[in-house]
């Protein structure tokens, strides 16, 4: 027997920012370590002249990129050809290195629905008290304007309704003419801080399409979410609380600091510690880390080490344990200054997703179906699929194979425990309909089954592209 049950189906692209395209780091979620191509991060002794390094460089043909003065590590593009583990064989050979490691991909921990009808806070207050009793916490403080949470992900769409008043500013640096434009800045660093009109945070990554410039990949002073990741972390932390609009984060007054270094694709450690040492270096009391890896990075270690700042990290979504020989990173860092956060559910027990950890994981919270703020976007295509199924094609023209058809009636199928919104009755397609005479949604062995959009979407001039469904799959054995 098998089945597939699909809520809905939703095509959208994001409004919130003009860009050009996503950058050039990919990602396997897996738990190999991942790292980016053609460059490697490396620490010399303190002892090591410039001259000395340079020397190195020019031997091995590579180049540095970068410098992270507070660690003494160094960003270098290696000589073309050469693979990642040549070079760190080579510069970890030399004296006068103490270490060389590849530059990690890390990706976000996505574990939240989209859906504005699902989960409405119940994080924060829930009468099954799997919450965190935030009202009982409001009664005393609803937090602070002067405490700065840096969200280091995907960036945050500063210009949200729920999430504008409490964004960061930068009170070095000359407001940008249009609040919500970040080309109208005055060209100048005016706090000398090395960042040209970094007002509302930083985007370490840069905004240009890898295809169209493959080499160009230049940060820049827009830290505007692209993925709803980051957006949606932030409006948890801290929507503004009784305004009559939205939600409430958990603190209602805290200054949310952007700082951008990944897209859908993920983001390097090279960029993740250039965001923890600004963050550290304007003054953010708390980094949010809802990202990851299982690659173990010295030099993430000694950012976050020497950064000062309380870190929160969430301790990955592949149910696997922390401490044993896969750690998720950075939440697996012994560090003083790191809280590791598995996910709970709404019976307050651990998600079936989440990591775990009895030393390496600190605390867990709510993680399951967490409703918060989202990017605006825009519709090219959407279907609820309670009007016919004129938008899709699949095997109608043969109804020997034909195992597709709207899902109106019947129960839901047997030892299903999935979140109601995915199987009500409508708003669905099954491969395998309820057939009431047998009670049952079985269909011959061996049966190859399709199901298609009828016509192509035209993506053309839009950017940003997200599809959403919700799907849920028994494979037979046959």
């Known amino acids: 027997m098998r089945k597939y049950f699909i809520a809905a189906i939703l095509l959208s692209f994001i409004l919130a920012h003009a860009g050009n395209g996503i950058s050039r780091v990919w990602v396997d ?60 064989n080579k510069y970890s050979s030399d004296p006068s290195v103490e270490y060389a490691e590849p530059n990690y991909i890390l990706h976000t921990f996505q574990t939240f629905p989209n859906d504005p009808s699902f989960g409405l806070l119940w994080g924060l207050d829930y009468i099954q008290d799997a919450d965190i009793d935030a009202p009982e916490a409001w009664d005393i403080t609803t937090g602070s304007a002067n405490i700065v949470i840096a969200v280091i992900d995907t960036g945050v769409n500063y210009n949200h309704t729920d999430l504008a008043a409490n964004m960061w500013t930068n009170p070095g640096e000359d407001p940008w003419a249009v609040p919500t434009d970040p080309a109208t800045g005055n060209g100048i660093d005016d706090d000398g801080n090395g960042y040209i009109d970094d007002w509302r945070g930083w985007d370490f990554l840069g905004h240009k399409d890898p295809i169209l410039s493959p080499d160009d990949n230049t940060p820049d002073n827009d830290p505007m979410d692209q993925s ?45 510690i250039e965001a923890i040492n600004y963050a550290a270096m304007m003054g953010a009391h708390i980094i949010n880390a809802s990202w990851g890896g299982y690659g173990y990075s010295q030099a993430l270690y000694d950012a976050i080490a020497n950064s000062g700042v309380l870190f929160v990290a969430a301790a990955a979504n592949d149910a696997n344990d922390n401490d044993g020989d896969f750690k ?10 790191i809280i590791s956060v598995a996910a709970t559910d709404q019976i307050d027990v651990l998600a079936d ?33 309670e009007s016919g199924d004129a938008n899709f094609a699949h095997d109608a023209m043969n109804p020997i194979l034909d195992t597709w058809a709207l899902t109106v009636t019947g129960p839901p199928p047997p030892e299903y425990y999935g979140p109601p919104y995915s199987f009500s009755g409508i708003w669905s397609f099954t491969d395998s309909p309820y057939d ?10 061996d049966t190859d089954s399709w199901l298609g959009l009828f016509s192509a979407i035209d993506p053309v001039g839009q950017f940003g592209a997200k599809l959403t469904f919700w799907a849920r799959s028994d494979l037979g054995p046959t």
């Open 436 to 445: 009431p005479v047998e009670d049952d949604w079985n269909y011959e062995p």
């Open 328 to 337: 998720a990173y950075p939440a697996s860092y012994d560090l003083p200054n």
């Open 353 to 385: 997703f989440s990591n775990y950890g009895a030393t390496s994981v600190d605390v867990g919270a709510p993680g399951v179906n967490i409703y918060s703020s989202i990017l605006a976007r825009n519709p090219v295509f959407f279907d609820d699929m």
């Open 29 to 88: 979620k897996g738990k190999l370590p991942q790292y980016a191509p053609g460059e490697i991060l490396v620490k010399f002794k303190k002892d090591t002249s410039k001259a000395d390094i340079a020397q190195l460089n020019t031997r091995l043909g590579s180049k540095s990129i970068k410098t992270f003065p507070s660690i003494g590590v160094r960003r270098i593009k290696i000589k073309p050809g050469e693979t990642v583990a040549e070079a760190v």
């Open 228 to 272: 709803d990741h980051g957006t949606h972390v932030a409006g948890t932390i801290a929507a503004v609380g009784d305004n009559a609009n939205g939600i409430a984060g958990v603190m209602w007054t805290a200054r949310i600091m952007p700082l951008r270094f990944l897209n859908g694709q993920g983001g390097t450690d090279a960029d993740a």
